[in-house]
């Protein structure tokens, strides 16, 4: 499934099954990948910027922080982190730069909304252009 913005300089990918939409550059197109049996999804953003994010089944309810990764995640490096409001302040996420051993230093920006926990990264040097994006969120 791919759905492609159109028209202007941006455009609105949807997404129904999740119930949000999210605004993205003009030529930008998302592509949302099979579920791999785990109740996981991966959406992939192409274009400018490029992006990923990961949507996993999460049931608690609890906002990402820095000290909170540290805590549960020690091995992950967690730095140049900060706030981010979505929705109309439905959702807190976590925006900052982490390290990946197969796809180098990475901006990241993390949240749990609704019984799930969305991942999103790309490379840092599209970070500030995924975050954009991001920020654009807005829940149903």
Do not use: C
């Amino acid at each position: 499934l791919v759905l492609a913005p159109s028209g202007g300089v941006t455009g609105v990918y949807q997404n129904f099954a999740f119930g949000f939409s999210l605004t993205l550059p003009k030529g930008s197109a998302i592509t949302q990948l099979e579920d791999t049996g785990d109740g996981s999804t991966t959406l992939l953003a192409q274009g400018d910027p490029q992006f990923q994010i990961y949507i996993v089944p999460f049931e608690e309810d609890l906002v990402v922080t820095a000290r909170l990764l540290k805590q549960e995640l020690p091995e992950m490096v967690v730095k140049d982190d900060k706030e981010l409001s979505l929705s109309d302040d439905k959702a807190k996420a976590l925006a900052f730069t982490s390290e990946d051993e197969s796809f180098g230093p990475t901006r990241e920006v993390w949240f749990v909304y609704a019984g799930h926990l969305y991942q999103a990264k790309s490379k840092v040097e599209a970070g500030k252009a995924m975050e954009e994006s991001i920020t654009t969120w807005k829940f149903d």
